[in-house]
């Protein structure tokens, strides 16, 4: 298993931590594919009753690592390495959501961009009450991407992701759970504890019908899903090397990110 993640399995509840602390829990590409091939092994291991995903370090993640990106020159790529370097995120956000059992996001910090989104595509969501949650795709001259827009817009409503998304506002702990993008709002510090009794509280439930309910739920709630954003990836990968996109991240600073 990849150092970049933390794995504790433990009377049915699996803990999922992101261990970059000194980037910010950044998105690497190698994260991603990690976070993903977990995804796929939690969903094929046995006596999986709940998982728990969240951070080392203060903050979840500042989302996709916009550096390897500019190493990759990702104008030079061909359409069809573009297409598949954009799609990565949406396979994560797609394993995490295809999961059986009960997820839960623990939040602590600042969770921006792909890490709202992954975020988005768990069950349940807990955040501190001065953590935020921030997407700059826009501002970054790109197209919300990894399946999140139609995950933010039934969790918030049309109107309240299109200031999310497009406007760019900033959900902090009490309106983030106000919004509906968080369900639980706990002390600074205490987010992985919340997360650890909502998971025995699913341990403690009978395991088929919570299964069940929950993909009738996931069933109901993203039956257009497919419909929003089958061609995202292929947006992003074109607009990764649009002239305004690439002006945007040049001048997309530390200081923007939350520093």
């Known amino acids: 298993m990849s150092e970049l993640l933390e794995i504790q399995a433990k009377g049915g509840i699996w803990r999922v931590r992101l261990n970059r602390p000194r980037e910010r829990n950044v998105f690497s590409l190698e994260l991603m594919r990690s976070l993903t091939n977990t995804a796929q092994q939690i969903r094929d291991e046995p006596g999986v009753r709940a998982v728990i995903l969240c951070a080392a370090g203060p903050h979840f993640s500042a989302g996709m690592d916009l550096t390897e990106v500019q190493k990759s020159d990702v104008s030079k790529l061909s359409l069809a390495e573009r297409r598949r370097l954009a799609a990565l995120g949406e396979r994560m956000c797609q394993a995490w959501e295809d999961i059986p059992a009960v997820t839960v996001a623990a939040i602590e910090g600042h969770c ?136 945007a991240r040049a001048s997309f600073t530390t200081n923007k990110r939350g520093q």
């Open 112 to 247: 921006i961009g792909g890490g709202a989104a992954l975020a988005a595509a768990l069950d349940w969501r807990v955040i501190s009450s001065s953590s935020w949650f921030w997407l700059p795709e826009i501002a970054l001259g790109l197209p919300l991407g990894w399946g999140a827009l139609p995950r933010v817009v039934s969790l918030l409503g049309p109107a309240k992701a299109k200031r999310f998304i497009i406007l760019g506002e900033r959900l902090h702990g009490p309106q983030a759970l106000d919004f509906g993008l968080a369900d639980y709002l706990v002390a600074d510090g205490q987010a992985e504890a919340e997360a650890w009794k909502l998971a025995q509280r699913i341990v403690d439930l009978p395991e088929v019908a919570v299964t069940m309910s929950k993909q009738a739920v996931n069933a109901s709630a993203n039956a257009l899903s497919h419909i929003a954003s089958h061609m995202v990836s292929d947006q992003l990968a074109l607009a990764l090397i649009s002239e305004e996109a690439l002006a």
